[in-house]
């Protein structure tokens, strides 16, 4: 969007540039062209040439031919008015024309510049709550990842302590083993030390 917006406005800027290289020739057919129209408002109406009146003076012939290049003169100044006239309609009706459609495009313009900036508010809200998901997943694994090295630590723990329980109860029963052992060896001992001295003293 923003690179139509900047297509458009470099070519007002191309137009504005090629209107002021023309601007004193366009100001001076306005200054005419107004001219003329203030000329045709007050003098509505363009007296044509009139026949010419018959001269008392019949020898001189000037006056004929006077009047004759007077009528053309007119008549070459009816011709100009009215093509003046006729350019300047044409002009005015192609200066509303292109004075609609830049009105148009101004609409135009603005309302793309709105949702352009609706679109950039959205936008910018957007990255802020994407941001903030990201701040909070980074979070999160990082519990994930405390929480399981806390599980491996405990389950490496236990393994540990199921071993060396393991290991000590191997050794109690060992110990009770030999425990047993010395017990039968002590209360064999006894029993013939026992014995031994019954013989010895003759109460058998």
Do not use: C, F
């Amino acid at each position: 969007m923003s690179d139509w917006i900047e297509q458009y406005s470099a070519a007002l800027i191309k137009r504005d540039v090629r209107e002021q290289a023309h601007k004193s020739y366009i100001d001076a057919y306005t200054q005419l062209a107004d001219r003329t129209a203030s000329q045709a408002q007050q003098s509505p109406a363009i007296a044509l040439p009139t026949s010419p009146q018959p001269s008392s003076n019949h020898g001189r012939s000037s006056t004929p031919v006077k009047s004759k290049s007077t009528d053309a003169d007119q008549t070459a100044g009816a011709d100009t008015l009215v093509q003046l006239r006729h350019d300047l309609s044409t002009t005015q009706k192609a200066r509303v024309a292109l004075q609609t459609q830049l009105e148009d495009l101004t609409t135009t313009l603005k309302a793309l510049q709105a949702n352009a900036k609706t679109s950039t508010t959205q936008l910018a809200l957007l990255t802020r709550q994407k941001l903030d998901l990201e701040r909070k997943l980074r979070d999160r694994e990082e519990e994930v990842r405390v929480k399981t090295k806390m599980a491996t630590d405990a389950t490496d723990e236990m393994v540990a302590l199921e071993l060396q329980l393991n290991l000590a109860d191997a050794k109690s029963k060992r110990l009770m083993g030999e425990n047993h052992e010395l017990v039968d060896r002590w209360m064999k001992r006894i029993g013939e030390e026992a014995e031994s001295m019954n013989r010895d003293s003759k109460w058998e």
